[in-house]
């Protein structure tokens, strides 16, 4: 169910703080592109989630990492 994806998208990134799309949609059996939408859900919602392009880019949970 998209809850439960969404909140262990949460509870993954609580614990590793860091992470990618490509990572999340292979732990949770999805598309990327279902994993950008469950982001997207849960920023609308509130939850503190940042979304980096590039080499070093990810999405990252409570503040922006260094």
């Known amino acids: 169910m998209k809850i439960d994806r969404q909140m262990g998208i949460i509870s993954h990134l609580v614990n590793k703080r860091k992470t990618t799309a490509k ?3 292979e732990l949770f059996k999805v598309s ?9 859900d849960l920023s609308l919602a509130g939850i503190p989630l940042y979304v980096m392009k590039g080499k070093n880019g990810g999405i990252s949970y409570g503040r922006l990492p260094k």
Do not use: A, N, P
């Not at 592109?33 to 982001?39: E, H, N």
């Open 32 to 40: 990327t592109r279902t994993i950008m939408r469950d982001i997207d």
């Open 23 to 25: 990572e999340l949609s």
